[in-house]
Nanobody, 118 residues
Framework: QVQVVESGGGLVQVGGSLRLSCSAS????????VAWYRQAPGKEREWVAG????????KYADSVNDRFTISRDNRKNTVTLRMNSLKPDDTAVYYC???????????WGQGTRVTVSS
Protein backbone atom coordinates (compact mmCIF):
# COMPACT_ATOMS: atom_id res chain seq x y z
CA GLN A 1 0.00 0.00 0.00
CA VAL A 2 1.19 3.46 -0.88
CA GLN A 3 0.67 6.38 1.45
CA VAL A 4 -0.20 9.47 -0.53
CA VAL A 5 -0.26 13.00 0.86
CA GLU A 6 -1.17 16.18 -1.00
CA SER A 7 -0.27 19.70 0.00
CA GLY A 8 -0.20 23.20 -1.41
CA GLY A 9 -3.84 24.09 -1.87
CA GLY A 10 -5.29 27.41 -0.91
CA LEU A 11 -7.10 30.52 -2.02
CA VAL A 12 -5.89 32.39 -5.08
CA GLN A 13 -7.28 35.08 -7.34
CA VAL A 14 -8.19 34.56 -10.96
CA GLY A 15 -5.06 34.48 -13.08
CA GLY A 16 -2.89 33.47 -10.17
CA SER A 17 -0.75 30.40 -9.64
CA LEU A 18 -0.46 27.57 -7.16
CA ARG A 19 1.80 24.61 -6.79
CA LEU A 20 0.47 21.35 -5.44
CA SER A 21 2.70 18.60 -4.16
CA CYS A 22 2.05 14.90 -3.88
CA SER A 23 4.33 12.78 -1.79
CA ALA A 24 4.16 9.01 -1.79
CA SER A 25 5.78 6.46 0.46
CA UNK A 26 5.55 2.76 1.07
CA UNK A 27 6.77 1.73 -2.33
CA UNK A 28 9.68 2.49 -4.63
CA UNK A 29 8.66 5.90 -5.84
CA UNK A 30 10.37 5.61 -9.20
CA UNK A 31 8.08 2.65 -9.99
CA UNK A 32 4.90 4.64 -9.42
CA UNK A 33 2.74 6.33 -11.98
CA VAL A 34 0.98 9.31 -10.51
CA ALA A 35 -2.06 11.30 -11.50
CA TRP A 36 -3.94 14.31 -10.26
CA TYR A 37 -7.71 14.41 -10.18
CA ARG A 38 -10.11 17.07 -8.97
CA GLN A 39 -13.65 17.23 -7.77
CA ALA A 40 -15.60 20.44 -7.90
CA PRO A 41 -18.69 20.97 -5.73
CA GLY A 42 -21.60 19.02 -7.11
CA LYS A 43 -19.54 17.38 -9.84
CA GLU A 44 -17.88 14.05 -10.38
CA ARG A 45 -14.19 13.58 -9.85
CA GLU A 46 -12.24 14.15 -13.05
CA TRP A 47 -8.74 13.35 -14.20
CA VAL A 48 -6.50 16.39 -14.58
CA ALA A 49 -2.98 15.23 -15.38
CA GLY A 50 -0.75 12.21 -15.11
CA UNK A 51 2.91 11.36 -15.27
CA UNK A 52 4.58 8.06 -16.02
CA UNK A 53 7.92 6.75 -14.95
CA UNK A 54 9.80 9.10 -17.23
CA UNK A 55 9.54 12.80 -16.37
CA UNK A 56 8.63 13.53 -19.98
CA UNK A 57 5.72 11.06 -19.97
CA UNK A 58 3.02 13.51 -18.97
CA LYS A 59 -0.50 14.03 -20.19
CA TYR A 60 -3.16 16.62 -19.47
CA ALA A 61 -6.87 17.09 -19.69
CA ASP A 62 -7.86 19.55 -22.40
CA SER A 63 -9.24 21.92 -19.78
CA VAL A 64 -5.82 22.45 -18.19
CA ASN A 65 -3.45 21.89 -21.08
CA ASP A 66 -0.98 24.77 -21.49
CA ARG A 67 -1.82 26.06 -17.98
CA PHE A 68 -0.81 23.17 -15.72
CA THR A 69 2.48 21.34 -15.59
CA ILE A 70 3.08 18.04 -13.86
CA SER A 71 6.57 16.98 -12.90
CA ARG A 72 8.27 14.44 -10.68
CA ASP A 73 11.35 14.37 -8.50
CA ASN A 74 12.25 10.80 -7.65
CA ARG A 75 14.91 11.94 -5.19
CA LYS A 76 12.25 13.66 -3.12
CA ASN A 77 9.48 11.12 -3.77
CA THR A 78 7.30 13.96 -4.95
CA VAL A 79 5.12 14.87 -7.89
CA THR A 80 4.30 18.52 -8.39
CA LEU A 81 1.38 20.08 -10.21
CA ARG A 82 2.12 23.67 -11.11
CA MET A 83 -1.04 25.55 -11.95
CA ASN A 84 -0.95 28.87 -13.78
CA SER A 85 -3.61 31.22 -15.12
CA LEU A 86 -6.13 29.82 -12.69
CA LYS A 87 -9.82 30.22 -13.41
CA PRO A 88 -12.89 29.96 -11.17
CA ASP A 89 -13.64 26.62 -12.87
CA ASP A 90 -10.42 25.27 -11.40
CA THR A 91 -11.93 25.50 -7.94
CA ALA A 92 -12.05 21.98 -6.56
CA VAL A 93 -10.52 19.52 -4.17
CA TYR A 94 -7.45 18.10 -5.85
CA TYR A 95 -6.50 14.50 -5.26
CA CYS A 96 -3.34 12.60 -6.01
CA UNK A 97 -3.43 8.97 -7.02
CA UNK A 98 -0.40 6.70 -7.15
CA UNK A 99 0.03 3.14 -8.32
CA UNK A 100 2.68 0.74 -9.50
CA UNK A 101 3.46 0.97 -13.20
CA UNK A 102 2.83 -2.77 -13.63
CA UNK A 103 -0.76 -2.38 -12.58
CA UNK A 104 -2.81 -3.51 -9.64
CA UNK A 105 -4.38 -1.32 -7.05
CA UNK A 106 -3.67 2.36 -6.59
CA UNK A 107 -3.98 4.65 -3.62
CA TRP A 108 -5.47 8.07 -3.11
CA GLY A 109 -4.57 10.94 -0.88
CA GLN A 110 -7.04 12.89 1.20
CA GLY A 111 -7.08 15.84 -1.15
CA THR A 112 -6.16 19.50 -0.96
CA ARG A 113 -8.62 22.29 -1.62
CA VAL A 114 -8.04 24.94 -4.27
CA THR A 115 -10.30 27.96 -4.43
CA VAL A 116 -10.01 30.50 -7.22
CA SER A 117 -11.78 33.75 -6.46
CA SER A 118 -12.97 36.21 -9.07
Amino acid sequence: QVQVVESGGGLVQVGGSLRLSCSASGSTFSNLVVAWYRQAPGKEREWVAGIGLAPSASKYADSVNDRFTISRDNRKNTVTLRMNSLKPDDTAVYYCRAGHFAGGSSDWGQGTRVTVSS
